[in-house]
């Protein structure tokens, strides 16, 4: 009897083991492991979505008006999976190369990205960032007001904490096996550019624009209803089947600037073989990978920084 007890349970322990090293070093069952598993039992347990809980977090632990505030409690609410290890420093460091005037973000989610770009960004430049789920949108809404951003405010009920608690316990099994995660916003790595953007009195910021839609949908009528005329840098972060042809299609529409910088994000996992392909081969970009990895796991991943030649 004892003996059969241990075996199952040997067996059971194989098994975790097995997925723990899986969800390691495998991109797409990392994904399944936290989009489809753990935070679906998150949404089940709080009756709340991971947006909320992330709007609720940062409501309750970052300083009203100040973004790196915003983007660090962000940061820690939650394991930002799909993010490659380096690639806050990629985009910070691109940000303040390019100096850009006019920015377009493609999938704003919460607006992570967006609030990472728009502290960087010089008095006057403008910020358009797209989102099709309105949920998300709003919650992006919310959270550009309590950085300072926006002026509308609508608040949600605060979630337990010890639900909380016992859900963080949840990913204590596949913590066990990685490495201390870095938070890339300590004060001491900000550039400087960053600090005094800080310090910027309210009104002489950036202005974000946050259009709810798809993008393929919105891309068009930029120039028309948002009087821009070309962009200088392009954050792809939407779904990845999109990346080409709404690459093509900013083409198209003349929205990219000679010398515009176009950032895809995740291009290795999940992954955009066709969009690297074209921005690889195509006369008209010069274009450089950054590998990266996964944080908190060992799967590769990477950013691609493509200059549009004209
Ligand atoms: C990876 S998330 C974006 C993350 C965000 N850029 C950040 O750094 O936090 C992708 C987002 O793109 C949105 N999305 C996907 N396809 C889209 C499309 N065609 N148009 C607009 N939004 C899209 C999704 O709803 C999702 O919120």
């Known amino acids: 009897?004892?003996?059969?007890?241990?075996?199952?349970?040997?067996?059971?322990?194989?098994?975790?083991?097995?997925?723990?090293?899986?969800?390691?070093?495998?991109?797409?069952?990392?994904?399944?492991?936290?989009?489809?598993?753990?935070?679906?039992?998150?949404?089940?347990?709080?009756?709340?979505?991971r947006p909320i809980r992330i709007l609720q977090y940062v409501q309750h632990n970052a300083k009203h008006g100040d973004p790196l505030s915003v983007i660090t409690q962000y940061y820690s609410s939650y394991i930002l999976v799909h993010r490659g290890q380096y690639y806050s420093e990629i985009l910070d460091a691109?940000?303040?190369?390019?100096?850009?005037?006019?920015?377009?973000?493609?999938?704003?989610?919460?607006?992570?990205?967006?609030?990472?770009?728009?502290?960087?960004l010089p008095p006057g430049a403008r910020l358009i960032t797209i989102e099709m789920n309105p949920h998300y949108a709003q919650v992006a809404k919310e959270l550009f007001q309590h950085a300072g951003l926006d002026?509308?405010?609508?608040?949600?009920?605060?979630?337990?904490?010890?639900?909380?608690?016992?859900?963080?316990?949840?990913?204590?099994p596949l913590q066990l096996f990685s490495r201390t995660p870095q938070c890339p916003l300590?004060?001491?790595?900000?550039?400087?550019?960053?600090?005094?953007?800080?310090?910027?009195?309210?009104?002489?910021?950036?202005k974000v624009e946050l259009l709810v839609g798809s993008s393929t949908i919105l891309i068009p009528q930029l120039k028309k209803k948002l009087d821009i005329e070309k962009f200088d840098l392009v954050f792809i972060d939407h779904w990845k089947v999109s990346y080409l042809p709404d690459t093509k299609l900013l083409e198209e529409c003349g929205l990219l600037k000679a010398g515009?910088?176009?950032l895809a994000d995740n291009v290795i996992c999940p992954g955009t073989p066709d969009y690297l392909k074209y921005v690889r081969n195509s006369p008209h970009y010069k274009s450089q990978y950054f590998p990266s990895q996964l944080e908190y796991l060992q799967v590769e991943d990477g950013v691609e920084k493509s200059t549009f030649l004209g």
């Open 1 to 49: 009897m004892l003996a059969t007890v241990l075996s199952v349970v040997a067996v059971l322990v194989g098994i975790v083991l097995l997925i723990a090293w899986r969800v390691r070093t495998n991109g797409e069952w990392a994904l399944w492991w936290h989009d489809n598993y753990l935070e679906r039992i998150r949404d089940f347990l709080s009756g709340t979505t």
């Open 94 to 120: 691109v940000v303040l190369e390019t100096r850009p005037r006019y920015v377009l973000e493609l999938g704003t989610y919460c607006g992570y990205s967006t609030l990472r770009i728009a502290r960087l």
């Open 151 to 172: 002026t509308q405010q609508r608040k949600w009920r605060l979630q337990e904490a010890l639900l909380y608690t016992t859900l963080q316990c949840l990913q204590l």
């Open 186 to 206: 300590s004060p001491s790595s900000l550039p400087a550019q960053e600090k005094s953007a800080e310090k910027r009195p309210t009104g002489q910021t950036c």
């Open 260 to 262: 515009c910088v176009l």
